[in-house]
């Protein structure tokens, strides 16, 4: 399962330009639902001081990476709170929440990945976490970022899906494991070029691997690479 980034759905409503991985919106394609558990990518790029107003969810686990500027985040939940580059936000929507997230600058765009995953239980206590990411720990290694709920050390989602980030130098090899063998896994290339297998993926490329437990992804150039490891079903 190969998508490729051009590939991608478009959204563009002046102040968000958006592009989707799998369906999301008014972008329907019915060969892209998600893959497994994980049912949303998107890109987003948000003009200065523009955002998304306050706006409900329920039972979905929401995962926000900003790879350039700054988010201003408020919910139901009484979080307020900006996540910058380099940091990770996630929430259980469980029973439900409002929420908004604008673009914390008056000058410049922020650009962010938005990810979705389905529950493992339904109607939890709504939950929220943010953390930064420890950079030198994701050189030329996948760090896990992301965990199930109930895993010590690191911020966790409400589902047995393991996230995790690598960036990897010019020449580098690095191996990937799955944590459960059952499970699939999303490799989202963030900037770089990467060879996985016999696939070769560019910027904003994805693929989804079911059939392999252990995998060796080599840079082509100085890549960054977001692993989403989630069950099929």
Not at 43 to 49: A, C, N, Q, R, T
Not at 93 to 99: E, L, M, S, Y
Request: net charge negative.
């Amino acid at each position: 399962m190969l998508d490729v980034a051009d590939s991608r759905g478009v959204s563009k409503h002046g102040w968000l330009y958006s592009r989707h991985t799998f369906s999301f919106a008014d972008y329907y394609n019915p060969e892209r639902m998600g893959f497994g558990l994980l049912r949303v990518i998107n890109d987003d790029i948000v003009l200065p001081s523009a955002g998304f107003a306050t706006h409900p969810h329920r039972n979905m686990e929401i995962i926000s990476i900003p790879l350039a500027g700054s988010l201003k985040h408020q919910d139901s939940m009484g979080n307020k709170h900006v996540i910058e580059a380099g940091e990770i936000q996630v929430m259980s929507a469980g029973t439900g929440i409002t929420h908004s997230e604008h673009n914390n600058s008056e000058h410049e765009e922020v650009n962010f990945l938005q990810i979705w995953v389905m529950p493992k239980t339904l109607n939890i206590i709504p939950r929220y976490d943010q953390r930064r990411i420890d950079e030198p720990k994701i050189n030329n290694h996948f760090q896990l970022i992301i965990t199930p709920m109930g895993t010590a050390n690191h911020i966790s989602i409400n589902q047995d899906a393991f996230f995790s980030l690598a960036r990897i130098d010019a020449g580098q090899l690095i191996n990937y494991e799955k944590y459960n063998k059952n499970n699939g896994v999303y490799f989202f290339i963030i900037y770089g070029k990467v060879s996985i297998g016999s696939q070769h993926l560019n910027k904003r490329d994805g693929i989804g691997i079911t059939d392999e437990d252990g995998l060796s992804i080599g840079a082509c150039e100085q890549s960054e690479v977001l692993c989403i490891e989630v069950p099929m079903k």
